[in-house]
């Protein structure tokens, strides 16, 4: 199932808004990370995010998000954004993202943010072609899957 960017964000602020300081920059990374490891992982399955990732000059970005968040500047979001749905994520769903907060729930949004800049990256290949550009899920997918080589 696909879900808005918002409600992936959402779910990382109900469960670890008390125990992990989330900065919008953060929120968006890891959304976007979620989505990255979501592809790989789950073949077969719909992307993470009803939205595809764009290039923008700071990195990847899930537009709808980047503007949810933006009334927080640089603050710790620490209350569920608005974001119209009522989407409910699903159990597999929820034990996959809390996983992704295992790996990259301790690092901040400078780090998260450096890791999807580096050279070979989806977003280091699209954004020289011009900016705003969807990052194609292909090519973020076969990101992640270099990486558990």
């Known amino acids: 199932m696909s879900y808005s960017a918002t409600t992936i964000a959402n779910y990382f602020i109900k469960k670890y808004a008390t125990t992990g300081e989330l900065t919008p920059l953060k929120l968006i990374k ?10 790989e992982t789950f073949e077969s399955k719909a992307p993470l995010v009803n939205e595809k990732p764009q290039a923008w000059r700071h990195g990847p970005v899930f537009p709808s998000l980047y503007y949810n968040l933006k009334q ?3 603050s710790f ?17 929820a034990r996959f993202l809390d996983k992704v907060w295992e790996i990259y729930g301790q ?3 400078i780090y998260l943010s450096a890791l999807t800049h580096k050279d070979g990256t989806p ?5 020289p072609k ?8 292909p ?11």
């Not at 890891?30 to 592809?39: A, E, N």
């Not at 979001?77 to 769903?93: A, S």
């Not at 011009?130 to 990052?135: D, K, M, R, T």
């Open 77 to 93: 979001v620490k209350e569920p954004v608005n974001c119209h749905t009522t989407e409910v994520i699903t159990d597999e769903d």
């Open 107 to 109: 690092k901040d949004g």
């Open 130 to 137: 011009g900016e705003n550009l969807i990052i194609p899920d």
């Open 139 to 149: 090519l973020i997918k076969e990101y992640y899957k270099k990486l558990l080589e």
């Open 30 to 39: 890891l959304v976007y990370v979620s989505y990255g490891w979501y592809l």
């Open 123 to 127: 977003w280091s290949e699209t954004y």
């Open 72 to 74: 927080h500047g640089k």
